[in-house]
């Protein structure tokens, strides 16, 4: 049974929901979001929660029923506070900066990587190197970061490339290590 599906998503103030039979459109102050809805699965306003509702009880509805909840729980939490992802940059030499919509990244290469963000991802970078990203739908900011990571992976000898600022690399020994 899934535990999540049955928990009902708040909805704060300010936020407006249309629900067109599978079809859910969220708006809040940081834009809107919309996204189809599987047809196993139904949503009902009560107040001011959301509550999913599934309309039979086979192993596979109720998965979907969690995954539905937490899908339209984060266009929900994204309307109105929005997700941020942040990226650390190290290594000699390496940096970042934001021009437009473009951000223009040299690390290690003979040329510098003018990454494309896409439309409703912004970034900055701060004097450290360190690329915040700010998006209202936490799957478009997630694999944004996640092709700018790829960019330049971090290795594991010195450390450098891009990562995530949460993210921990295990450091290896180099070959000296391996002498003794």
């Given at each position: 049974?899934?535990r999540?599906g049955?928990?009902?998503?708040p909805?704060?103030?300010?936020?407006k929901?249309?629900?067109?039979g599978t079809f859910?459109k969220v708006?809040g102050s940081?834009?809107t979001?919309?996204?189809?809805?599987?047809p196993?699965i139904?949503?009902?306003e009560?107040?001011?929660?959301?509550?999913v509702?599934?309309?039979?009880?086979s192993?596979?509805?109720?998965?979907?029923?969690?995954?539905?909840?937490?899908l339209v729980?984060?266009?929900?939490?994204g309307?109105?506070?929005?997700?941020?992802?942040?990226l650390?940059?190290?290594?000699?030499?390496?940096?970042?900066?934001?021009?437009?919509?473009?951000?223009n990244?040299?690390v290690?290469?003979?040329n510098?990587?003018a990454?494309?963000?896409p439309?409703?991802?912004?970034a900055?970078v701060?004097?450290?190197n360190?690329v915040?990203?700010d998006?209202?739908?936490?799957?478009?900011?997630?694999?944004?970061?996640a092709k700018?990571?790829?960019?330049?992976?971090?290795?594991p000898y010195k450390?450098?490339?891009i990562?995530?600022?949460?993210?921990?690399?295990?450091?290896?020994?180099?070959?000296?290590a391996s002498k003794k």
């Open positions: 049974m899934s999540i049955n928990q009902p998503i909805v704060p103030k300010g936020v929901l249309d629900i067109n859910v708006t940081k834009g979001l919309e996204r189809n809805i599987r196993e139904g949503l009902q009560e107040g001011d929660n959301l509550i509702v599934r309309k039979d009880n192993k596979r509805t109720r998965a979907f029923s969690g995954l539905t909840r937490t729980s984060n266009m929900i939490v309307v109105d506070k929005g997700f941020q992802k942040k650390a940059i190290e290594g000699v030499g390496y940096r970042a900066e934001v021009k437009g919509s473009v951000l990244l040299s290690g290469y003979s510098p990587v990454f494309e963000l439309l409703g991802v912004t900055e701060d004097k450290l360190n915040t990203l998006c209202n739908d936490k799957e478009l900011l997630g694999e944004t970061a700018i990571r790829a960019v330049r992976p971090p290795e450390g450098k490339g990562r995530y600022t949460d993210e921990h690399i295990v450091r290896k020994a180099g070959k000296s």
